[in-house]
């Protein structure tokens, strides 16, 4: 058993992705293989996966390489056929580089991402049922100090502004790593509080799975 503390971790975001290349199958199977012919990858290299799997597509993950044409997409689980029809998940991957730090990030909260379930009520039974559904769209919100001077600030403001999306990174102080993609909102305006430094906020809204990995 061990925990991890928020001290020392750091919060990045991308919006610089290599080109496309095309992934021509993908196995059921954990982790899922997929055939990627001469893909030049590393083990450990950072892949954005977007696939015919609704279940599986717009996410970040890491890629162990098996061969020349194919890796392994660590963490990301195809076994299950009823959520992933055999031979539906091609797609393309797209190497995710350009790491940039979010600066003066303060707190971190975060929803969704939990199971959501509809609720039956038969005729005939007085206790009513709840059968999940699948999980609730995931948004991580980021208070960060205000410095409207500082160059990664402007960044991101400026990525919020055209509505583009991009690849998230979380690393614990204990090695652990967080991964997700979407879009990035960040508020221009500060809060002001006595005897607090100024905030702004920082909102990310994520479009596919999230992806952890052990240190």
């Not at 993908?26 to 954005?48: K, M, Q, R």
């Not at 508020?187 to 920082?202: G, I």
Request: charged share 15%; hydrophobic share 35%; aromatic share 10%.
């Amino acid at each position: 058993m061990s925990y991890s503390l928020p001290e020392g971790s750091s919060q990045q975001f991308t919006n610089t992705f290599a080109a496309p290349k095309t992934v021509s199958a993908v196995t059921n199977a954990n982790p899922a293989v997929a055939t990627i012919t001469g893909h030049g990858y590393l083990t450990g290299d950072e892949v954005l996966f977007n696939s015919g799997w609704e279940d599986a597509t717009d996410m970040v993950c890491k890629v162990e390489v098996v061969d020349a044409n194919s890796v392994k997409l660590l963490g990301l689980d195809t076994s299950a056929t009823s959520f992933f029809p055999a031979g539906t998940g091609i797609g393309t991957t797209q190497k995710v580089t350009g790491w940039t730090v979010i600066p003066q990030v303060l707190t971190i909260s975060s929803s969704g991402g939990d199971a959501k379930f509809t609720d039956v009520n038969p005729l005939a039974k007085r206790n009513g049922i709840k059968i999940p559904t699948g999980f609730n769209a995931t948004s991580i919100t980021l208070s960060l100090g205000y410095d409207a001077a500082n160059a990664n600030y402007k960044t991101m403001v400026g990525i919020s502004r055209t509505l583009s999306k991009v690849a998230f990174r979380q690393v614990l102080s204990g090695g652990s790593t967080q991964y997700g993609y979407g879009y990035m909102s960040v508020s221009e305006f500060p809060k002001l509080n006595n005897n607090q430094v100024n905030t702004v906020d920082a909102a990310l809204a994520f479009l596919g799975k999230t992806m952890s990995y052990d240190a």
